[in-house]
C-alpha cells in the first residue's frame, strides 16, 4: 500500500497549488521539474510520490477489481494530499492538478470520484480507470473547471476512445473540457501540451507584480 510520501516546493504565494502526479515508473521529483515549463511560478507544488513508482499493477483498463488495494490506496494518498491543503487554508477552487499517463488515470479518476469547482486539471495523456467506464463512481459537479486532455492517436497505452468517453463524462458534470490528439505522437508530453495547458488551465492565473 502507499505510504504518504510528498514532495512540496514554494510556498502558494499566489494562494494557489498544483498537484502533480507521477506516471509509472516516473517519480515525484520528475513532475516537479515538469512544474518549470507552467504558469505557475507562485503555487505551492505538491508532488506525492507512489510506492515503488508504480500507482496500481495491471494497465488502466483493466477491471478495477484487479488493481486492488493499490488504486484504492493511491485514490485515497491524493485525498489527504487535498485535504491538507484545505487545512492550509487552500480552497478547492485553487487547488490544481497535472498528471501524465498512469498520473494522468489516477488525476481523472480520482476528480471525477470527488467533482467540485478545482482551479484546474491537466491530464497528459490519460482515461477514467476500468475496463469500460462505471458513472456510478462519479459524483459531484466541477462547475466550470477547466480541464485539457492531451494524447496520441493512437497511443501505446490509452485508446483514443476512452479519451472521448473520459472527456464526455467531465463534461457531463459541468467541466469545461478541451481534449486534443496528436497524430502519431510517442508517449511523451510535448510542447504544444505544455500551451495548450498554460492557455486553457493556467491562464487566468496572472503572478503578482514583483
Request: with cysteine.
Amino acid at each position: 500500500m502507499h505510504k504518504k510520501q510528498v514532495i512540496t516546493e514554494g510556498t502558494g504565494a499566489a494562494g494557489k497549488a498544483l498537484i502533480l502526479i507521477h506516471g509509472r515508473g516516473g517519480a515525484a521529483a520528475d513532475m516537479l521539474s515538469l512544474a518549470g515549463h507552467l504558469s505557475v511560478s507562485d503555487f505551492k507544488l505538491v508532488a506525492p510520490q507512489a510506492t515503488n513508482n508504480t500507482w496500481y499493477p495491471y494497465s488502466f483498463l483493466a477491471p478495477p477489481a484487479q488493481n486492488e488495494p493499490w488504486l484504492s490506496s493511491a485514490l485515497d494518498l491524493l485525498k489527504q494530499v487535498v485535504d491538507d491543503l484545505n487545512n492550509e487554508g487552500f480552497a478547492n477552487e485553487n487547488i490544481y492538478f497535472a498528471g501524465f499517463s498512469q498520473g494522468a488515470c489516477l488525476t481523472l479518476e480520482f476528480v471525477t470520484r470527488n467533482a467540485t469547482r478545482y482551479g484546474g486539471i491537466v491530464a497528459f495523456t490519460g482515461g477514467l480507470i476500468g475496463d469500460k467506464i462505471y458513472p456510478g463512481n462519479y459524483k459531484g459537479d466541477f462547475a466550470g473547471t477547466p480541464v485539457f486532455i492531451g494524447s496520441g492517436n493512437p497511443d501505446a497505452h490509452v485508446p483514443v476512445e476512452r479519451v472521448y468517453a473520459t472527456a464526455n463524462i467531465l463534461r457531463d458534470k459541468n467541466a469545461n473540457v478541451v481534449e486534443k490528439l496528436y497524430a502519431n505522437r510517442p508517449h511523451t508530453i510535448i510542447e504544444d501540451e505544455i500551451t495548450q495547458a498554460n492557455n486553457i488551465v493556467f491562464a487566468a492565473f496572472v503572478p503578482p507584480a514583483s
